[in-house]
């Protein structure tokens, strides 16, 4: 049976994912800083609403409390996406994240019609590195200075899942 339940967000899911985000900034950090406020909240949501951005949500089904929050998956013209995620510290370690990123590469290839999902790491990240090695994902690269968090260029390794390798 399911643990972990994943919607498209919600405009009513602000006050969850505020409040969860603020609990777990000290365990998203320094990888990335996550929204903490209506405003974050708000422009975070406005890219889901237009475009080819697409914003989930993953609840425990039982408390129907946010685990995580998975965003920035994109379609065009490749039929990829890059897959951006922030696990809550209250749920590390139980295997939530791994349900949930399993639910949302799902929904990626089967209801979208992806054909690929692209990770950037940067290459510290462990956790999150062995987190998408347990999916399947394979690297594929590294890239310089790819990203600018908190003022500054990071580095990143390229994780990538196609939709017909192994999961």
């Known amino acids: ?28 950090l320094p990888w990335v800083t996550s929204f903490t406020d209506q405003a974050g909240f708000d422009a975070w949501f406005a890219r889901t609403l237009v475009g080819p951005n697409v914003g989930l949500v993953a609840r425990e089904v039982t408390a129907n409390e946010v685990v995580v929050n998975i965003n920035e998956i994109v379609a065009g013209a490749f039929q990829s996406a890059y897959l951006g995620y922030y696990g809550m510290q209250q749920y590390a370690g139980q295997g939530f994240m791994t349900e949930a990123l399993r639910a949302a590469v799902n929904y990626a290839f089967d209801d979208l019609g992806l054909h690929r999902l692209e990770a950037n790491i940067q290459p510290g990240n462990v956790a999150s590195i062995s987190f998408v090695r347990r999916i399947g994902f394979q690297k594929e690269g590294f890239s310089p200075r790819y990203l600018r968090i908190d003022g500054e260029w990071r580095d990143h390794e390229r994780w990538a899942l196609l939709a017909d390798m192994p999961r």
């Open 1 to 28: 049976m399911p643990r972990v339940r994943i919607t498209r967000v919600a405009r009513s899911d602000a006050e969850d994912l505020i409040a969860a985000n603020r609990a777990s900034q000290s365990h998203h």
